[in-house]
């Protein structure tokens, strides 16, 4: 895992590049820039990088380029401007025959013969202006269209590929693959880049103090709003059921079926005059920038939330998937956090002329000139970084974390003698490991953090002090041990523990003696006990869950469902159990009634339950990449909103304190994403090298760890 700020490639260029653009792959990046001077014209460079090798793919001298873009699977580059370098017009002048002339007149032939005869530079031809596209596998032109009017001074590609969108004294709509004219409307003229839907089949322009949107299939306007000014920005919102437009002073919500403006937000204490804006993914958020300031405003209600102060005109960039601003100037690169105006890295030695976020925003490229006035490309890491990590010999399988000033990580190694290792979770430093005969299946720190319990597979429960490491006692359940957890303080911290023997157990934490043993028809699966320490419950491969007294273990209410139980959960105040299994069912259950008071339906197999710190929301995880939010203080408890994934969510887990939602998505690549369920934006994206087998908060939340396959035990800041 590489740390924030780190230089993940670097690049020598022979000129330092002015824009830099990624395609929606993350493996191609086109950059261009000013190169020199050919005869009276300023040429350009132009390029496209191999972000992972820092290869140079493709790379060519252009003139006037305004825009230029990567198509979607990095094998189509389309420019406009003119393709190729000046080229001079020569004459030749002949040469004189000295011995023919009169010997008064010799010196001045020999003069002429070396400074006015030969070939001659007259003039110059610029390549013509065109909208060209290069195929770059293999390498080739595919198209040109001429643009001698200087019409066009905007692209941006279709998602699918398939279509290019151009802006400036008009508006048209071509085929990206032969350059042929799939709709083009002359009276529609922008300085802004159009906006394609996520299905290609709809296209927005701005046009001074109007919007309109094309239908692309049809080839014709659907609709055009007019604003009240002149308009400075415009995004779909994420669900693209809206347009977000700005102007200097306000913000206008405009439905996306017919163009009427639903709601108008006036700007508090705009920036006004010569400025840049900025609109966020889904148009939530606007950056604005002149030469001394950039500023953000929330669009919800138009309030200024804060304000950077700037040495140096500069380059500002949303990261597409957090909630981070790039700024790039003479004086160097920041990076802030968008909901609070905080500095998450920052580079001041560099004089910075590019930059673009990745479109999974865990990388930012970087053009400049550095102090020795060499031209350069970088590609930084912006992966949040690990406090700490501690490398076990095999898969990671279970990591718990506790709260205290010098924290304490422990997590369980998948090696050929499977171990518990105990680390200071602030530096990484190992204290102690535990080696034991079996995988171990499940552990966890005391509520007060002085013991650690493991279950394993030999069927063992073993509780150790976490000062010394000594083991305090072991019990044997004659099956492999499925789960073992503590009762909060107020059950005397006892231990609970699940195994396919058949039965759950309560465990005394003095010295492990058994206080109640509850058998059951099947394999106990899961334990849980509720936060205010007045139930038990219980999840059996019978497909049962089962709501126990804790002092007893006796049985006092039980549910079924139809498929196997995943996942169970108390509220944090004991007042609801969810539980989750393999018919894509969630039971909200009240413990106090023992009745069904809501359930939650996936279209396939749920994978995890869980309630926030303050027990108002519940959320479920399902196999169909859907997350469903659910308000539980209500009766009935009523659905918020649904959270859709690329993958399917396997694991989640809220934060103890805040509305942040951590969950793990396994393919294609291990990731977890880190939400902020009230503003329904991405916090922060982890992305690990291996399958993520578990997650744990440390109960004060200022730490969160992660247990990966690829023998890693990870810890970060519990907030990004």
Known sequence: MSEIGEVLAKVDLDFAPSAIFWGADGLSLVGYGFFGTTGPFETQAL?????????????????????????????????????????????????????????SKREECKRFNEEEAGLHTVGWTSPPRQIWVEALDPLSERW??????????????????????????GLLVLDALDGSLRTGFSTVVSRLPAAFTRDSQRVAAADAARMVLVDVAAGSMRW??????AVT???????????????????????????????????????????????????RRMLRVDPQTMALWDLSDGGRRFSIPLSASAQVRFNPVLPEIAIASADGVKVVNSLFGTTVWEKATDRLTGLAFSPDGQRLALGGIDPQSSRFLHIHSMAPTSVSSL?????????????????????AGDDSDAKASMFRADTGELLLEKRLPGQISSLEFSPDGRHFVTGSADGGVRLFRTDTGERRWIITH????????????GGNGDVLSASRDKTARRLALDDGAEVWRFP????????VASADGRFVATACSDRSTRILAPDTGAELAAFSHDGKVRAIAFNPQGSVLATGGDDGVV???????????GHSQHASDVTGVAFSGDGKLLATAGKDKAVHLWNVAVDPPQKIRTLTFPQPVTRLLFHPTETELALVNDEPKPTVVIVDTDADTELARLVHPAVVNDLAFSPDGKLFATACADGLARVYPGRR
Do not use: Y
């Open 391 to 411: 490398a076990f010999d095999g898969s990671v399988n279970e990591i718990a974390l506790t709260s205290a000033s010098a924290p304490l990580a422990v997590a």
């Open 224 to 229: 055009t709003t007019g604003l009240p000014a």
């Open 520 to 527: 059951q028809l099947q394999s106990v699966t899961q334990v």
């Open 144 to 169: 040109t269209r001429d643009d001698p009017a200087e019409d066009v001074q905007r692209l941006v590609h279709s998602p699918d590929g398939k279509l290019l969108a151009c802006t400036g004294q």
């Open 47 to 103: 390029f496209v990088l191999n972000t992972e090798s820092g290869e140079i793919r493709w790379r060519t001298e252009v003139m006037g380029t305004t825009s230029a873009v990567i198509s979607p699977v990095g094998q189509l580059v389309a420019g406009v401007g003119g393709f190729g370098r000046p080229h001079p017009i020569t004459e030749f002048v002949e040469f004189q025959d000295c011995s023919d002339v009169p010997p």
């Open 587 to 597: 039971l909200m259950i009240a413990t106090a009634t023992r009745t069904e008071i």
């Open 478 to 489: 004659t099956g492999s041990v499925t789960a073992v957890t503590f009762l909060p303080s």
């Open 233 to 283: 920005g415009f995004a779909f919102t994420a669900d693209e059921t809206a347009l977000v437009v700005t102007t200097e002073r306000e913000a206008f919500t405009l439905r996306a079926e017919d163009g009427v403006i639903s709601n108008t937000v006036a700007l508090q204490d705009p920036l006004l005059g010569t400025v840049v804006t900025v609109l966020g993914k889904g148009g």
